[in-house]
């Protein structure tokens, strides 16, 4: 009995140490060999300490560059050395220098002040009464204010708004932009530093910009685009001239006091398009005392270094911005406690818990607070360029940005780019900490970007919600004064020091291969805008296909585009060739219905998809994880010989059209054709590409017969594609662009889009397929023409397709294969031959073959081009050209050229 009481306490006592074990401590048969390492616990309170300490007004915001900021890197250098990590920085130290060369900031007192006819005192700060302008002169000034309209001269132009006005010892106060009939020489010549000079050599002490934009909560839809403030640089505004922007409480108020309207006069200015000035009888005072130069503030570095003799090179890196915004303009301290003291906090607790639970990592652990993130992400770059160990040997970095207010959700950037690795990221978690997780697609707004950047792994903790600017925003004191440790719940630093203990002790310890370059694939994949120039996928959606759904059949769905990450599919509407005059006037019915089953489509499936009609919907589209569907037209049979009708698709939201499908149109040879009809374009034919360049609307050659592409090279004034085209040196199939073409096509700017068809890309299976298929017609005693087989009898069309059909995938057999490998044989050529990789891109015809390459058998596998692409050596950012980049520019430059 005695035995079994023993036995028992044991086993309750190995299940108690259980629970204070890693995760994955057990998680393999390895694991039994190893010793067993106790879970680290970090301590919430003692994390919440730190933030305590780096967010008191002793450190003055941590703006990068000040003192303040380098004594709080000396805290965390000091915290990290008493967790028992090693110095990382340079020469040694715990540091490393980081430089800003245009390092900017305003010092106390900064003032505004109406002093007569009666005293009126203004607040700066954003969205309060006035700011003074970066790189104004520093002193303070005192004159009478005079309203100077634009303060612009220009008198070939016939525009003087200082002709009325003596500004000397005085304040000129003047309206954003410039008058609408300046001509274009004066609009390049007048920025915001000329109306600084101006003003000054006039004699003026100083000048305010009137900041006229309408507050955002007040915008209505018709409030009109906004006004761009100016802005100066360092060095550009003259010594002890200064330099505001002030807002309409300030305006009313200086003119309200001598009974005059600001917007009587700014009206007149722009109604009547003639210099409306005054001298207000105003007298005011301002004061500025802006900083710049060159500056230096320290990475702080702490490594814990690999006992693995095979993994110790390999690192994993743990960050996050130590720095916030300072002294505000308005006197207060942004003590920047969520954001980002927080990330110091779970650096310095998680180094202390591994270190008290004796973990002795396999690979080398590099815990990093950075310098500079509010200035552009500066130090986490700097670190980049000259990391602790290789960035092609650290497998993964962990950013930490605002984990210390919110609700418990673990909102996790870099989740989905980097899926394949974050699964086994996951295992380290246990079961309440992954019902936590919540991906966080496309964020890019931290310091783990930096890593992105350099095709390094990296994901980004927050917890909470994305900032709203909604009064229950789970960040509510985001870049405000009130981001005070009096905010912060230390309940939400333990999970955040628990959730990346547990990964590094997962991590730092697995004999997993966290190098795979499949990882660094996928991302650079995932991260690329990838576009795919054409299909044929809405003839399945008009017939009834769910595309919402995973389907067995069919190139392209919505779970599809998914896994290709496909940001932007042109969903091709069908003009097919007329077969009669009377089929050549219904072509246009045909293809609205189409553009109308796009927009039900997209309709039905808010949440996935989003119309797209410009570069900016697109980038929108992607930056809401939705692929972007663009409208396009295959076969300007479509618009029935009449510009009327092509602008109309062009307000139904087309933007990219084929001038011709397979044979000719009444205007334009197509490349079926056996001899050019019209010896190219017709003087028709080339209106359709004038107005077609006048509307925005990309043009393209694929189809194109050879006298067609080279007038239309000749006559566009901007970039044209062609969607879905090979190359006719590899297989020369008349569909395929010359080497001669692809030249032209790249003189222009323009793009080919590598299609997938195999016949297209292996000439070798056309002449097969074609020959097998006028056998197999003449055996079943059908016409041995595609067209005409359509119409034949319904129970003999099958029967002849399913022979056909059975003898071809016997006959493909004994032929060359087409794979991923020869598409991107294809994209090699046309790099080759242009000289670089600016004039290729992917146009699938998926859903208008039944036939694809191996390997690309739908949308969801076009990574495995990119793999191909890595394979052979491309740079990452000609991959994201090849992917999606180059139609994106040619998209933008033809919608930047649209006459308005």
């Known amino acids: 009995m005695k035995r079994i009481a023993n036995l028992l306490f044991t086993t309750l006592v190995f299940l108690f140490l259980a629970t204070l074990v890693s995760p994955v401590a057990l998680s393999s048969s390895s694991a039994a060999k190893r010793k067993v390492v106790p879970r680290a616990m970090p301590d919430g309170g003692k994390a919440f300490a730190h933030i305590k300490y780096l967010a008191s007004d002793k450190f003055q915001g941590r703006k990068s560059g000040t003192p303040e900021y380098r004594k709080a890197a000396e805290y965390v250098a000091a915290e990290m050395e008493k967790a028992g990590l090693k110095p990382g920085g340079e020469n040694g130290t715990w540091f490393q220098e980081v430089p800003f060369k245009n390092w900017t900031d305003f010092e106390q007192p900064i003032r505004l002040e109406v002093v007569s006819p009666e005293r009126r005192v203004y607040f700066a700060g954003r969205g309060r009464d006035f700011t003074p302008v970066s790189g104004t002169g520093s002193g303070i000034v005192k004159g009478g204010l005079v309203f100077a309209g634009y303060g612009v001269v220009s008198e070939k132009d016939g525009w003087n708004d200082y002709a009325a006005l003596d500004v000397k010892g005085k304040i000129v106060l003047v309206m954003p932009d410039l008058p609408a009939s300046l001509g274009n020489d004066a609009k390049n010549e007048w920025n915001f530093e000329k109306k600084v000079k101006t003003a000054a050599a006039m004699g003026a002490l100083g000048l305010i910009e009137m900041d006229l934009t309408t507050p955002r909560e007040q915008a209505g839809p018709q409030a009109g685009p906004r006004s761009r403030p100016g802005f100066l640089r360092p060095g550009q505004c003259p010594e002890g001239f200064v330099v505001m922007r002030a807002g309409r409480d300030f305006l009313s108020d200086v003119f309200y006091l001598v009974e005059k309207s600001w917007r009587d006069m700014v009206s007149k200015t722009l109604r009547l398009k003639k210099s409306v000035t005054a001298d207000l009888g105003v007298t005011v005072e301002m004061e500025a005392h802006f900083v710049s130069g060159e500056r230096t503030a320290p990475n702080v570095i702490g490594v814990l270094p690999g006992n693995d003799p095979k993994l110790k090179d390999e690192a994993l ?44 990592p396999a690979r080398t652990i590099v815990f990093g607070a950075w310098a500079g993130e ?82 390094v792994p990296a994901i980004s903790l927050r917890t909470g919600e994305v900032l709203t600017e909604k009064l229950d925003d789970e960040h509510p004191e985001y870049h405000l004064p009130g981001d005070r440790p009096e905010t912060i719940d230390p309940e939400l630093l333990r999970l955040a020091c628990q959730y990346h203990a547990d990964i590094l002790q997962s991590l730092g310890s697995s004999r997993e291969n966290l190098l795979d370059p499949v990882y660094r694939t996928l991302f650079l994949h995932r991260e690329a805008s990838v576009v795919d120039m054409h299909c044929d996928t809405i003839a399945r959606f008009m017939a009834g296909e769910d595309l919402s759904q995973d389907l067995p059949k069919g190139h392209i769905d919505i779970p599809k585009l998914k896994r290709g990450a496909v940001d932007l599919e042109v969903f091709a509407c069908f003009a097919p060739p007329p077969a009669n005059e009377a089929e050549k006037y219904r072509s246009a019915n045909g293809v609205f219905a189409q553009i109308e089953a796009v927009n039900k489509l997209v309709e039905k499936n808010p949440g996935d998809l989003a119309l797209v009609r410009s570069v900016d919907e697109a980038n929108a589209a992607r930056n809401a994880s939705k692929t972007g569907v663009l409208i396009a037209i295959e076969g300007g049979y479509a618009i029935e010989n009449d510009l009327v009708l092509l602008r109309e698709f062009y307000r139904a939201g087309v933007r990219l059209m084929t001038l011709t499908h397979w044979t000719a149109t009444d205007w334009a040879d197509a490349s079926g054709d056996p001899q050019a009809v019209h010896r190219g374009l017709t003087d028709f034919g080339e209106s359709v590409v004038r107005e077609m360049n006048r509307l925005g609307m990309v043009i393209d050659v694929s189809h194109a017969h050879d006298e067609t592409f080279w007038d239309v090279i000749r006559l566009s004034k901007v970039p044209v594609v062609a969607s879905h085209s090979g190359c006719r040196a590899l297989s020369p199939h008349h569909r395929n662009l010359s080497d001669e073409m692809l030249k032209a096509l790249a003189e222009n700017g323009g793009v080919v889009g590598i299609c997938f068809v195999p016949a297209f890309l ?52 004994t032929l060359p294969v087409v794979d991923v490998k020869t598409v991107v044989d294809h994209i090699d050529h046309v790099v080759k031959v242009t000289g670089d990789a600016d004039h290729v891109g992917l146009g699938s015809d998926f859903d208008g073959t039944s036939d694809t390459p191996v390997g690309l058998g739908n949308v969801g596998l076009l990574p495995n081009i990119t793999k191909e692409l890595v394979a052979r050596g491309y740079k990452p950012e000609d991959i994201r050209k090849i992917l999606g980049g180059n139609f994106l520019r040619v998209f933008g430059a033809v919608e930047r050229a649209r006459e308005k």
Do not use: C
């Open 317 to 360: 890196v743990i960050g996050g911005h130590l720095d916030h915004l300072g002294v505000g303009v308005d006197g207060w301290v942004y003590p920047g406690a969520d954001d980002n003291a927080g990330s110091a906090a779970v650096i310095l607790e998680t180094a202390r818990a591994l270190a008290a639970a004796g973990y002795k």
């Open 374 to 455: 509010e200035l552009g992400l500066q130090g986490s770059r700097y670190y980049t360029e000259h990391p602790v160990i290789p960035l092609e040997k650290t497998a993964l970095y962990m950013n930490i940005d605002m984990v210390g207010t919110g609700d418990s959700d673990l909102l996790v950037g870099g989740m989905t780019e980097f899926a394949e690795l974050y699964e086994v990221v996951k295992r380290g978690l246990d079961a309440d900490t992954i019902k936590k997780l919540r991906p966080r697609p496309n964020y890019r707004g931290s310091d783990h970007t930096s890593f992105w950047g350099k095709n």
């Open 762 to 813: 292996q000439s070798e299976l056309d002449r097969a397929e074609t020959g097998l298929f006028e056998k197999t017609a003449g055996e079943h005693r059908l016409p041995a023409d595609r067209a005409a087989i359509e119409k034949a009898e319904p129970a003999a069309r099958g029967k002849f397709y399913a022979d056909f059909e059975k003898r071809w995938a016997e006959l493909k057999k």
